[in-house]
């Protein structure tokens, strides 16, 4: 088999090493590649004849990634395949296609993991399993980090069906030990001896006695044997941190979709309607100020919220916010997000601090005191916040914060200069780690649109203009 892409160091040893076992965790932090290696292990065992076929279980946000690039820019062109995503059941498109997957002799199927909750996906999941050797793999598996949630128990259950199971995350416990319960139950390595999680909890968490009033319960004080635990994870894992790889390039980027809620795109599509329209009247007779204008207005939709005229926003439903959460749970050190629009930044805090603590976000951007700016980044420097909270325009110049090595765009800015310096805020002297780039899109909006300026370094405001204006109001 020849790789279609040329690996690193990392990610070769990776592969020799876990391929051929039935039940293995890649821990690879974020930006390290593990989708490489698990898309050449899949490939490598249809190949070997071990599977013909595979089950990729991942976040909404991300299982689309693996359909519109993993797969295609990876997979092994000596190895054919068939690749098909869950739709749903009323998809007349997907209920044309699956007998036809069903027939193919090697395949993959791509499911987002709250799916799974629907009869009709587990029914069919079940049955693209049961009729050929296969293999599963579920990618960010903190998603079956609770060991009382349905997502988890389903998992474990399918799980029981493949001959080969992988997980995939950069860092497997993100609350405490307890998180590995889920995760294991579904890959169920021999070296895991445990089947009930309340003997599990009893062997490595210290359980105390409490009354409150008439009650009395058990609560959670501190864990113990972790060395033991540990030993047992690494029997059936590959670990690898950015600062133990030495061939990475010094800034990784990596983009994380985000699906928009069906309010998200009603709104959209009537917005940008209205806008092409408007662009097409106008011919070349619009004032640039007008056009970013429009372009914010749409963006503003895709961030979940939308302005009117008056100045008064509305809330819109969204993904982004558990999009983050997703992020944070799958990474470890401190972060610092980005994020264009005020609404957002109070979204983000709120829901930051909710998640992880008031302690564990400090905010930097216009409502924030020149004191209370000065205490976020002493605060950040010193350890005490995991989150850097900031507005580009604000916070993008002048500050030193490397003690990230991972930057979230929540949403970009259109100002390539500002792009520039907010990257160079954790990537500069005394940085000792690649630094990884998640930006947040969501697909066929203004979001690929200004991502694909910027990264061509492009400055919005003097491209817009040109005979391809139309183009970032079609949908």
């Known amino acids: 088999m020849k790789f279609k892409t040329t690996p690193f160091d990392h990610q070769l040893e990776g592969l020799e090493l876990s391929w051929k076992e039935e039940a293995y965790a890649l821990l690879m932090e974020m930006g390290l590649g593990k989708t490489w290696v698990a898309i050449n292990t899949l490939a490598r065992l249809m190949e070997a004849g071990e599977i013909s076929r595979a089950l990729i279980i991942a976040p909404k946000g991300v299982y689309r990634n693996w359909e519109l690039f993993e797969i295609p820019q990876h997979w092994p062109d000596d190895v054919p395949v068939q690749v098909l995503s869950w739709k749903g059941s009323t998809d007349r498109s997907f209920e044309n296609a699956w007998p036809r997957f069903m027939k193919s002799t090697r395949s993959v199927f791509l499911v987002n993991v709250d799916a799974l909750l629907s009869p009709s996906c587990l029914r069919r999941v079940a049955e693209y399993l049961k009729a050929a050797p296969s293999a599963v793999v579920i990618d960010e598996s903190t998603i079956i980090k609770s060991k009382d949630a349905k997502r988890t128990k389903v998992a474990a259950e399918l799980g029981k069906l493949a001959k080969y199971r992988r997980i995939m995350t950069g860092s497997p416990v993100t609350n405490s030990p307890l998180d590995l319960f889920g995760q294991m139950l579904f890959l169920r390595p021999k070296s895991w001896p445990w089947g009930n999680f309340f003997s599990f909890r009893s062997r490595y968490a210290v359980m105390k006695d409490f009354k409150y009033g008439p009650r009395s319960f058990k609560k959670i004080t501190g864990y113990q044997r972790i060395d033991e635990l540990q030993q047992i994870l690494a029997s059936c894992s590959y670990r690898k941190t950015k600062a133990e790889c030495l061939n990475l390039p010094d800034k990784i980027f990596v983009t994380r979709y985000v699906e928009l809620s069906p309010e998200q795109s009603d709104l959209y599509k009537q917005l940008a309607s209205s806008f092409y329209v408007e662009m097409a009247e106008a011919d070349k007779a619009i004032s640039m100020t007008t056009v970013l204008t429009r372009i914010v207005r749409l ?115 259109y100002n390539l200069e500002q792009r520039v310096q907010s990257e160079d805020r954790a990537h500069r002297l005394g940085q000792k780690k690649a630094v990884t780039y998640v930006d947040l899109v969501s697909p066929d909006t203004v979001d690929e649109k200004i991502l694909k300026a910027l990264k061509l370094k492009q400055n919005i405001a003097d491209q817009v203009l040109g005979d391809e204006l139309k183009d970032w109001f079609k949908i």
Request: net charge negative.
């Open 299 to 413: 963006q503003q939709v895709v961030c979940g919220h939308v302005a009117t005229d008056d100045g008064t926003i509305s809330h819109v439903p969204h993904q982004r916010i558990q999009a983050v959460l997703d992020v944070l749970d799958e990474s470890s050190g401190q972060v610092i997000i980005w994020a264009h629009f005020r609404h957002s930044l109070k979204e983000l805090s709120e829901a930051l601090k909710k998640a992880y603590g008031d302690d564990s976000v400090v905010e930097y951007w216009g409502d924030t005191s020149e004191e209370d700016r000065q205490k976020a980044v002493e605060y950040f420097k010193a350890g005490k916040a995991r989150v850097f909270l900031a507005n580009q325009a604000v916070a993008g110049r002048g500050l030193t914060l490397t003690q990230a090595s991972l930057v979230i765009y929540y949403s970009n800015s």
